[in-house]
């Protein structure tokens, strides 16, 4: 197995391969590219935003973004993402339709080890998905292997560790259902 196809299937990988690292760059060129363009040219921002995320309709990403690689991401239709988003999609990222991102949310599909000596080496991922008609709050921070179901409101500031089931409105540290929709 690759370590690509070992990141790929949530396994621990050298995160540091040449392949895995070439394709990093390839994403940190465009991320960059598409940070530094013009925003008043929003056709060309978002013919950027195409070459890096696969996007399954309309949608608009405000500068800054961020991301691993890029191709792990997908983008339902009529998507909106404020300023600051970072994505790392070391693992399938889902995002369904009608999602709306405030300022400064980070989804978190790495993580590392407890073992020092094992962190020195390795990191793995889980997948995220996000459902249709989602709204998540300004600094929120979605963690790995995290499901988020349709029709949610995720509060700002809140880190969502556990799976928010559908129709609910979740908020804190950690991100607990308050009520359903």
């Known amino acids: 197995m690759t370590e690509k196809e070992k990141m790929l299937a949530g396994q621990p990988y050298d995160a540091w391969d040449e392949t895995l690292l070439a394709e990093r760059m390839r994403a940190k060129s465009l991320c960059h590219k598409f940070n530094m363009a013009d925003p008043t040219d929003l056709p060309a921002r978002m013919a950027i935003m195409a070459e890096l995320v696969n996007l399954k309709g309309k949608a608009h990403f405000e500068p800054n973004f961020f991301c691993d690689y890029g191709y792990n991401i997908t983008v339902g239709d009529n998507f909106y993402a404020n300023h600051n988003l970072t994505i790392l999609d070391v693992c399938e990222v889902v995002i369904g339709d009608h999602v709306l991102f405030g300022p ?31 709204w ?19 509060g700002a500031g809140s880190v969502v560790t556990k799976n928010i ?5 979740a908020v804190g540290n950690p991100c607990q259902v308050k009520k359903s929709v």
């Open 136 to 154: 998540v709050g300004g600094n929120v921070s979605i963690m790995p292997g995290i499901t988020i179901g349709d029709n949610c409101v995720i």
């Open 104 to 134: 400064h949310v980070m989804i978190a599909g790495g993580a590392h080890p407890t073992d020092p000596e094992q962190r020195k080496h390795t990191e793995y991922g889980a997948p995220i998905r996000i459902g249709d008609n989602v």
């Open 165 to 169: 089931p559908a129709n609910s409105i």
